[in-house]
């Protein structure tokens, strides 16, 4: 797997996911996370902090898996990505 996903506590006390990409994220991967986080998914509605500098690149179709519009009426929580 290239990426990595845990919890952490923010500043302010909340819970919040740590992604952290490496190498060559794959549709596999993608479709994980977002396993994840889409509604139905143990960590929906948390915040996010994506790590990329590690992420060499990122397939097609891991592309459109992240670009996908959420479903309608989905909450989504803010999202910090650090690329560098």
């Known amino acids: 797997?290239?990426?990595?996903?845990s919890l952490f506590t923010l500043p302010c006390g909340v819970?919040?996911?740590k992604v952290i990409g490496e190498?060559?994220?794959?549709?596999?991967?993608?479709t994980l996370l977002m396993s994840?986080?889409?509604p139905g998914g143990s960590l929906y509605r948390l915040p996010m902090?994506?790590?990329?500098?590690?992420?060499?690149?990122l397939s097609l179709e891991?592309?459109?898996l992240f670009s996908k519009p959420p479903p309608e009426?989905?909450?989504?929580?803010?999202?910090?990505?650090v690329v560098t």
């Open 49 to 57: 902090l994506v790590l990329g500098q590690e992420t060499r690149r």
């Open 36 to 38: 994840k986080v889409d």
């Open 15 to 17: 819970e919040a996911i």
């Open 1 to 5: 797997m290239a990426i990595d996903i």
């Open 62 to 64: 891991a592309r459109n």
């Open 23 to 30: 190498d060559e994220i794959t549709r596999e991967d993608a």
């Open 73 to 81: 009426g989905t909450v989504r929580p803010w999202c910090a990505v």
